[in-house]
Antibody, heavy 120, light 109 residues
Framework: QVQLVESGGGVVQPGGSLRLSCAAS????????MHWVRQAPGKGLEWVAF????????YYADSVKGRFTISRDNSKNTLYLQMNSLRAEDTAVYYC?????????????WGQGTLVTVSS | QSALTQPASVSGSPGQSITISCTGT?????????VSWYQQHPGKAPKLMIY???NRPSGVSNRFSGSKSGNTASLTISGLQAEDEADYYC?????????FGGGTKLTVL
């Protein structure tokens, strides 16, 4: 069965960096696009970034453009999110999600999330 | 990338039907058939309930249905059950990005 396990969350100071990972199993990782979606405490979902199945195209929300970088290693079945210049408003649970196709149609299966707290 | 508009809350009694609306623009909901609906119970990850406006993933009850008219998508839940009480989010593709609605809290009375 599909499994997505996020890791790398924690407490970081404003202006700091963090790299999240998402280990995928149970499906052919290299055949699907992947998303990062976040949810601030008590708030709704916010789409963060998407990467195509082969890493050829990457898209970002305006709120993270220039600060966050999505990447993938298909040989390791792992998705990444490099987060730089972190702000208090980046505090959230970060979910990775498998798209339903290689090029992007929408998030399908979601992981359980990892909490990122930006605080001094 | 403005959020889609959903009602903050809806409620219904067991056995009844409810509909949650999701209003966007011609650049998102109205322009693409990539509208999805997600169910989220407290402390849990979202679960896909409807994709591509009206399609149900395998394993999702046929009590859940989706539709779209113009710039507004809708999720209908028939035969409400206690386990349907959750937050529901719509999402749409929009020109190399995705946007979510603000979420709707469904209360089963």
């Amino acid at each position: 069965q599909v499994q997505l396990v996020e890791s790398g969350g924690g407490v970081v100071q404003p202006g700091g960096s963090l790299r999240l990972s998402c280990a995928a199993s149970g499906f052919t990782f290299s055949s699907y696009g992947m998303h990062w979606v976040r949810q601030a405490p008590g708030k709704g979902l916010e789409w963060v970034a998407f990467i195509r199945y082969d890493g050829s195209n990457k898209y970002y929300a305006d709120s993270v453009k220039g600060r966050f970088t999505i990447s993938r290693d298909n040989s390791k079945n792992t998705l990444y999110l490099q987060m730089n210049s972190l702000r208090a408003e980046d505090t959230a649970v970060y979910y990775c999600a498998k798209d339903r196709d290689p090029y992007g149609s929408g998030a399908g299966y979601w992981g359980q999330g990892t909490l990122v707290t930006v605080s001094s | 990338q403005s959020a889609l508009t959903q009602p903050a809350s809806v409620s219904g009694s067991p056995g009844q039907s409810i509909t949650i609306s999701c209003t966007g623009t011609s650049s998102d909901v109205g322009g693409y058939n990539y509208v999805s609906w997600y169910q989220q119970h407290p402390g849990k990850a979202p679960k896909l309930m409807i994709y591509d406006v009206s399609n149900r993933p395998s394993g999702v009850s046929n009590r859940f249905s989706g539709s779209k008219s113009g710039n507004t998508a809708s999720l209908t839940i028939s035969g409400l059950q206690a386990e349907d009480e959750a937050d529901y989010y719509c999402s749409s593709y929009t020109s190399s990005s995705w946007v979510f609605g603000g979420g709707t809290k469904l209360t089963v009375l």
